[in-house]
């Protein structure tokens, strides 16, 4: 057989593990997903959108469960679930399980929204990918509309994402918009961010909670009852995978004494304050995405007694160099080949791919015997499963190997 180095050869050892055992809700490993649904109430008969914020993933499987009304329209992330007049009061809730992941991990989540006659809150703007100036241009509009409404509310910004714009970028738009809204007197409190899967951006106009109707005293005479306002906020910046993001409660108006705090989050550690003013809590080592919740117990119960701030980091996957070194055709780079495992070991869902450069003198022998000792050593010795493992040969004119460590979605390196 004539060698030729003017193509690549690509040994595949593996792109993906079996499947995990059935009615697993959640693998080690797997990753952490959502649920994105509509902001507020719906309005019975009205139509609502859910949306799982997984990575697009060849070979990923979703099944789509809802406990009201019917799947009018579905993708596979998103469904759009159609009310009914008889759902009026109800909770819906939309229930996804995403299997096929890597290492067979499957992962259920579930999301909720009240249906409710009142409807969801207005849409104040709704537009595409928009320079810097043409965003900030439109909040003039969007501050006009909002203090049309007579009752208290506050802004939700549910921001699209721009193609190739990163959580630095994004950061910085979310900064210009709220100094552009200061200088337009709406509060720093009265702002909440978050992120939609498409790339529409959607300001709403939420109320801020009030009693309902029917809690209301029954003597007309009485007085109403004044509630405090709570807020969360969040790191004013980037908080890195590992470090400490510090969120922050304010409780203003008429608060009532005896009061206690509780925080809760939905990932990270708390390391301080979890019943205090000031949450310190220790981030992932990964992409995260933080919800802290504050609850405040000692309030009446007709107020509002919680708050939700949300703080995240998520990169766009790409390919992580671990290792680059040059060694002989006969060498076997052992503890090159450890560390790449135990990192693998950290995260079980990514994938670990090698490219092996050999000089053209090179005799496919001594490469097929190269690539069977790596192998060897890594199932026997460092008990590694290989099949989560893929190996490239190029040529190069000195010997050189490369391993990278290759999460969900992200492109192999071109060698």
């Known amino acids: 057989m004539n060698r030729s180095f003017s193509f690549i050869l690509i040994l595949f050892l593996t792109i993906a593990a079996h499947i995990g055992a059935a009615g697993q809700e959640a693998a080690p490993g797997c990753p952490k997903l959502e649920v994105v649904g509509p902001a507020g109430r719906v309005a019975p008969g009205d139509a609502a959108v859910f949306t799982v914020n997984v990575l697009d993933i060849e070979g990923l499987s979703y099944k789509w469960e809802v406990s009201h009304g019917v799947i009018e329209s579905a993708t596979s992330v998103s469904i759009v679930v159609r ?6 009061g109800v909770e819906l809730r939309a229930r996804v399980t995403v299997s096929g992941f890597p290492g067979g991990c499957k992962s259920t989540v579930e999301k909720s929204v009240p249906v409710h006659r009142e409807g969801p809150p207005p849409e104040l703007d709704r537009y595409k990918q928009l320079s810097r100036s043409e965003e900030l241009g439109r909040l003039d509009s ?5 203090k049309e409404h007579d009752s208290e509310r506050v802004l939700y910004f549910g921001l699209g994402k721009n193609p190739g714009e990163t959580e630095t970028q994004r950061e910085k738009r979310i900064d210009a918009i709220r100094t552009s809204l200061s200088e337009k007197g709406i509060s720093n409190s009265d702002l909440v961010f978050f992120n939609l899967m498409h790339g ?11 009693l309902r109707k029917e809690d209301a005293p029954s003597d007309p005479a009485a007085r109403q009852i004044e509630c405090p306002r709570i807020t969360a906020t969040g790191p004013g910046g980037i908080v890195e995978p590992g470090g400490v993001a510090e969120f922050t409660a304010a409780i203003d108006g008429n608060v009532p004494e005896g009061i206690k705090l509780k925080w809760t989050v939905t990932d990270g550690t708390i390391i301080e304050g ?3 003013y000031t949450l310190r809590v220790l981030t992932p080592k990964n992409e995260y ?31 992580i160099l671990l290792e680059e070194f040059s060694a002989s055709v006969s060498e076997i780079p052992r503890d090159e080949l450890k560390r790449a495992v135990d990192e693998h070991r950290e995260y079980p869902t990514n994938q670990i791919f090698i490219i092996e450069y050999f000089p053209v003198s090179t005799s496919e022998f001594s490469i097929n015997e ?8 890594m199932s026997r010795e460092l008990e590694f499963d290989t099949r989560s493992v893929t190996i490239v040969i190029a040529e190069l004119d000195e010997p050189l190997t490369k391993i990278f460590r290759i999460p969900p979605g992200a492109d192999d390196p071109t060698p």
């Not at 529409?200 to 009030?210: I, L, R, S, Y």
């Open 274 to 276: 979890e019943e205090d």
């Open 83 to 88: 009310t009914s007049e008889a759902d009026d």
């Open 289 to 319: 995405r933080i919800a802290a919740t504050l609850r405040v117990e000692g309030l009446d119960k007709r107020c509002a007694n919680r708050a939700t701030e949300v703080h995240q980091f998520w990169n766009e996957p790409e390919a």
């Open 142 to 146: 969007i501050v006009r509309k909002l």
């Open 200 to 210: 529409e951006t959607v300001v709403w106009a939420v109320p801020v909670p009030q």
């Open 370 to 377: 190269k690539i069977r000792r790596m192998k060897d050593y």
